[in-house]
């Protein structure tokens, strides 16, 4: 940087480096921000997947003991017509 002295070139370089630092420090800042807020986002989506999957669950638990019990009954009166033969 010509037409300046020797301290006075150190401290623009000093102060251009202290100004990068604190852009970048800014841009850290806002970058965590955003991954906070999609994590977030994330987790609030996960946690409807899981209740959703859950009462999914239960419903096929429910049908499953249903169909086990018409089992059972269609077995009971095979086995009553077989008798009666």
């Known amino acids: 940087m010509p ?3 020797i301290t006075a070139q150190k401290g623009l370089t000093l102060f251009l480096i202290i100004l990068l630092n604190l852009m970048l420090s800014c841009v850290a800042a806002l970058q ?3 991954l ?4 977030r986002r994330e987790d609030q989506i996960s946690s409807k997947l899981a209740n959703y999957t859950l009462e ?3 419903q096929n638990l429910a049908l499953t003991t249903e169909i086990a019990e018409l089992t059972r009954q269609i077995h009971a009166l095979t086995e ?3 008798k009666r033969r």
């Open 56 to 58: 999914i669950d239960q």
């Open 3 to 5: 037409g300046l002295s």
């Open 36 to 39: 906070l807020i999609a994590a």
């Open 80 to 82: 009553e017509m077989a």
């Open 32 to 34: 965590a921000s955003i």
